[in-house]
T-cell receptor, first 112, second 119 residues
Framework: QKEVEQDPGPLSVPEGAIVSLNCTYS??????FMWYRQYSRKGPELLMY????GNKEDGRFTAQVDKSSKYISLFIRDSQPSDSATYLC????????????FGAGTRLFVKA | DTGVSQNPRHKITKRGQNVTFRCDPI?????LYWYRQTLGQGPEFLTY????????KSRLLSDRFSAERPKGSFSTLEIQRTEQGDSAMYLC?????????????????FGPGTRLTVL
């Protein structure tokens, strides 16, 4: 069993839809939960991070962490074609990214 | 461009050849990471440096792999006697490690990667 499980998709939605992306994990010691966006032929870029449990909102993006269920989510409101990318969840025991464990990524297509 | 740069962007080589990749981190970033990403997978940690010191190596980093960061600036990743299973995207990331309170996160900035194809 992988430490971090993420449905690879692809997920195809119409423009303006609300997108829900999810990951589950097995290591209850994870403290930092990140979402990265990766465009084709590019490196990942950090979208958001959350420390411990709770919600965090940044513009059209909302990240949720439920440590009791070992489940994290990323919601994208009013999705745009420019949101089409691979979204990677990632988790770490500590700050600084050392030993960050990434999910496999979910490919998202937003159709105009 | 003040971001992380990697060279070359693409490398095609024959099995058994040696290859070397270079990463130039963001200036003054003291931590540098190497990851490997295969198709349909997320990045997997290979190794990281704090300044010029290599502090951790993954079990994925076989003895055919070696990484250096002389003078704590750019870094190189060399793969000797390449195998077809080495075909992947090799990503470099850097961060400025600062002492921060609980809950603060030192963001990793990734380069565009070097895509290696071993024939």
């Amino acid at each position: 069993q992988k430490e971090v499980e993420q449905d690879p998709g692809p997920l195809s939605v119409p423009e303006g839809a609300i997108v829900s992306l999810n990951c589950t994990y097995s290591n209850s010691a994870f403290q930092y939960f990140m979402w990265y966006r990766q465009y084709s032929r590019k490196g990942p870029e950090l979208l958001m991070y959350t420390y411990s449990s709770g919600n965090k909102e940044d513009g059209r993006f909302t990240a949720q962490v439920d440590k009791s269920s070992k489940y994290i989510s990323l919601f994208i409101r009013d999705s745009q074609p420019s949101d089409s990318a691979t979204y990677l969840c990632a988790m770490s025991l500590n700050t600084g990214g050392f030993k960050t464990i990434f999910g496999a990524g979910t490919r998202l297509f937003v159709k105009a | 461009d003040t971001g992380v740069s990697q060279n070359p962007r693409h490398k095609i080589t024959k099995r058994g050849q040696n290859v070397t990749f270079r990463c130039d981190p963001i200036s003054e970033h003291n931590r540098l990471y190497w990851y490997r990403q295969t198709l349909g997978q997320g990045p997997e940690f290979l190794t990281y440096f704090q300044n010029e010191a290599q502090l951790e190596k993954s079990r994925l980093l076989s003895d055919r792999f070696s990484a250096e960061r002389p003078k704590g600036s750019f870094s190189t990743l060399e793969i000797q006697r390449t195998e077809q299973g080495d075909s992947a995207m090799y990503l470099c990331a850097s961060t400025l490690r600062v002492l921060a309170g609980e809950g603060s996160y030192n963001e990793q900035f990734f380069g565009p990667g070097t895509r290696l194809t071993v024939l």
